[in-house]
């Protein structure tokens, strides 16, 4: 059974780079078919996809964060890995990341998700 | 991206079944099977509770069930219990390989 666990920095400063790991156990992340993806839900609000990144690097990003967003994968590590790029105080949200098997736009299983702050 | 619209908020009493809809467009509910509902109780990460329009997820209860007509695709629970107040969001994956998800509908249990 495939668990996620998110980490990285729970404070990031205004114009930063926002810089999260999602480590995947129980599995490779190699897996063929799966795709590790993050997810994000700004306080009291609803859910908004960021991307998908498969093991082979290829991307697919939310259009409306593409600019600002960067995927990559580590198989030697078994993680997966999400950078934001000049982030503002609308950045602040709690950040899960997730699979989806097959890319049929259905996500399971979550991790625990992870909040960022940005704030000076 | 197309927007999916979800009812704020809906309630019922345990025993009574309520139905959430997520409504979009021909172009994408209405013509793509790809449609998930996620469950979200307070302080908690979402929980896959039907993929595909219609398919449980295996130890989620039967008393969850999905369906779609036209551009509204439906979560109905049935024999409501106090355990299922949370907040349920339906996604759609997009013939463009994105992802939009609902706004979100808070169920209370009164």
């Known amino acids: 059974q495939v668990q996620l666990q998110e980490s990285g920095p729970g404070l990031v400063k205004p114009s930063q780079t926002l810089s999260l790991t999602c480590t995947v156990s129980?599995?490779?992340?190699?897996?063929?078919?799966?795709?590790w993806t993050w997810i994000r839900q700004h306080p009291g609000k609803g859910l908004e996809w960021i991307g998908y990144?498969?093991?082979?690097?290829?991307?697919y990003y939310n259009p409306s964060l593409k600019s600002r967003v960067t995927m990559s994968v580590d198989t030697s590590k078994n993680q997966f890995s999400l950078k934001l790029s000049s982030v503002t105080a609308a950045d602040t949200a709690v950040y899960y990341c997730?699979?989806?098997?097959?890319?049929?736009?259905?996500?399971?299983?979550w991790g625990q998700g992870t909040l960022v702050t940005v704030s000076s | 991206q197309s927007a999916l619209t979800q009812p704020p908020s809906v309630s019922g009493s345990p025993g009574q079944s309520v139905t959430i809809s997520c409504t979009g467009t021909?172009?994408?509910?209405?013509?793509?099977?790809?449609v998930s509902w996620y469950q979200q109780p307070p302080g908690t990460a979402p929980k896959l509770m039907i993929f595909?329009?219609?398919n449980r997820p295996s130890g989620v209860p039967d008393r969850f069930s999905g369906s779609k007509s036209g551009n509204t695709a439906s979560l109905t629970i049935s024999g409501l219990q106090a355990e299922d107040e949370a907040d349920y969001y339906c996604?759609?994956?997009?013939?463009?390989?994105?992802?939009?998800f609902g706004g979100g509908t808070k169920l209370t249990v009164l």
């Open positions: 021909s172009s994408d509910v209405g013509s793509n099977d790809r």
């Open positions: 996604s759609l994956y997009t013939s463009s390989s994105t992802l939009v």
């Open positions: 129980g599995g490779s992340i190699s897996i063929g078919g799966y795709y």
């Open positions: 990144i498969y093991y082979t690097g290829n991307t």
């Open positions: 595909e329009v219609s």
């Open positions: 997730a699979t989806d098997r097959g890319l049929r736009g259905w996500f399971d299983p």
